[in-house]
């Protein structure tokens, strides 16, 4: 995003509002229903789901971390991945009007504990 937008969402200056919470209460919501937007997801009774922001002048824009947990015998990282998809959408629908040309990338699983398939983290094999 432009260096503009991420001024104005960081001074809360966008007229739909507060930008960070209600991309952060879009994530929780998203990951909850996940097996309703991904065909043949599971469903998942989850305890926690966390949506963590970072507003990067470097980018510039925000960085967006996620993590679900459930005590269930299958992983969550479907819904943790939704959930990042969700907030990067809400963020991108509540600054367009000032900035189209933002981009989301690098949206990924960095790493999972737990699930039939055990843990795993992003480049450690």
């Known amino acids: 995003m432009s260096p503009n937008t991420l001024g104005a969402i960081r001074k809360n200056q966008l007229q739909k509002g507060d930008v960070i919470a209600v991309a952060r209460v879009a994530g929780v919501m998203a990951a909850k229903r ?3 937007i991904v ?7 989850l ?5 963590e922001f970072v507003l990067d002048d470097t980018l510039p ?3 967006v971390q996620t993590s679900a947990r459930s005590s269930g015998k299958t992983g969550v990282e479907m819904e943790a991945l939704t959930a990042a998809v969700a907030a990067l959408l809400t963020i991108y629908d509540m600054a ?3 900035d189209r040309e933002m ?3 690098e949206v990924m699983l960095l790493e999972k504990s737990g ?3 055990g843990d795993w983290v ?4």
């Open 96 to 98: 367009k009007a000032i």
């Open 115 to 117: 699930g039939r398939s």
């Open 122 to 125: 992003r480049g450690v094999e």
């Open 103 to 105: 981009t989301i990338v």
């Open 39 to 45: 065909p043949l997801c599971h469903s998942v009774n």
């Open 47 to 51: 305890h926690d789901v966390g949506v």
């Open 34 to 36: 996940t097996p309703e």
């Open 61 to 63: 824009g925000i960085r």
